[in-house]
């Protein structure tokens, strides 16, 4: 059974910075692009960042471009995103999420880590 | 970036009728499109992709339909598990992005 499982929200300080973490099981974690998906309180999907199987290849949304890095450990069956220069408008809950292939949609997600900037 | 852009913002329906939301894409995507369900507290879960695919598990009375930049999701028989919202994506750009959500709530 595919399972991704997130990790590492919690409360920080404008200017802060956290790091997520996305545990993968179930599937061959290392041939598969991965993402990180969030949505603010009470508000719609918004892509953050895309990382190819072999970290060949990444992109960043406009809004997160500079502050956030995403990288995977493939020995691990893991995938992070380190947040830096937190604003209060990053506040969402923060999914990862798998690609089937390219191109592809999202097939798997997990269940979300709530990250919450506020002073 | 692609603009997706959902019809209605929400609708409000009952059980056993048929229901139709619209995607507009801002450029042609051919059928580079998904649509996702999502519940409260929950996470969105794969209903159809390149546009008219089911996935597999999705019940049949789940439907899509279009390419280029109109697309839509059609419920043909609603069921009281229906009720949630509901998100077109775009996946021709490796930019995604997502519709706004149509929320479908019980009349």
């Known amino acids: 059974e595919v399972q991704l499982v997130e990790s590492g929200g919690g409360l920080v300080q404008p200017g802060g910075s956290l790091r997520l973490s996305c545990a993968a099981s179930?599937?061959?974690?290392?041939?598969?692009?991965m993402n990180w998906v969030r949505q603010a309180p009470g508000k719609g999907l918004e892509w953050v960042s895309y990382i190819s199987s072999s970290s060949s290849t990444i992109y960043y949304a406009d809004s997160v471009k500079g502050r956030f890095t995403i990288s995977r450990d493939n020995a691990k069956n893991s995938l992070y995103l380190q947040m830096n220069s937190l604003r209060a408008e990053d506040t969402a809950v923060y999914y990862c999420a798998r690609i089937a292939g390219n191109p592809r949609p999202f097939d798997y997600w997990g269940q979300g880590t709530l990250v919450t900037v506020s002073s | 970036a692609i603009r997706m852009t959902q019809s209605p913002s929400s609708l409000s329906a009952s059980t056993g009728d048929r229901v139709t939301i619209t995607c507009r894409a801002s450029q042609g995507i051919s059928s580079y499109l998904a649509w996702y369900q999502q519940k409260p507290g929950k996470a969105p879960k794969l209903l159809i992709y390149a546009a008219s695919t089911l996935q597999s598990g999705v019940p049949s009375r789940f439907s899509g339909s279009g390419s280029g930049t109109d697309f839509t999701l059609t419920i043909s028989c609603l069921q009281s598990e229906d009720f949630a919202t509901y998100y077109c994506q775009q996946y021709y750009s490796y930019l995604y992005t997502f519709g706004q959500g149509t929320k479908l709530e019980i009349k």
């Open positions: 179930g599937f061959t974690f290392s041939s598969y692009s």
